[in-house]
Nanobody, 124 residues
């Protein structure tokens, strides 16, 4: 069973930056997309960013466009999320996931492999 391990979360002031990493325990065959989602208590999991692994095409949620960047290092089986200009409303647990489909690259229901999550806290 492949495992996804996130790292890089923490606390930062508004306007600051963080970079999250998601390392897969091995190459994930059959998963066309890697993505980042986030969730706060009482809310549904929200799609933040995804990347189509073969071509590197990227997709972003409206709330993070222009501030967050997803990238991949295939040699390291790792996906990154660079988060700039962070806001208090970005505070959440961030999850890495593998799976996805062309019709729903940011739909959490289309992903079947999940990491354990990493906390990001942005203070005002």
């Amino acid at each position: 069973q492949v495992q996804l391990v996130e790292s890089g979360g923490g606390s930062v002031e508004a306007g600051g930056s963080l970079r999250l990493s998601c390392e897969a325990s091995r190459y994930i065959s059959g998963s066309n997309y890697m993505a980042w989602f986030r969730q706060t208590p009482g809310k549904e999991r929200e799609g933040v960013a995804s990347i189509f692994r073969r071509l590197g095409s990227t997709f972003y949620g409206d709330s993070v466009k222009g501030r967050f960047t997803i990238s991949q290092d295939n040699a390291k089986n790792t996906v990154y999320l660079q988060m700039n200009s962070l806001r208090p409303e970005d505070t959440a647990i961030y999850y890495c996931a593998a799976g996805g489909t062309w019709s729903g690259p940011l739909d959490p229901h289309q992903y079947n492999i999940w990491g354990q999550g990493t906390q990001v806290t942005v203070s005002s």
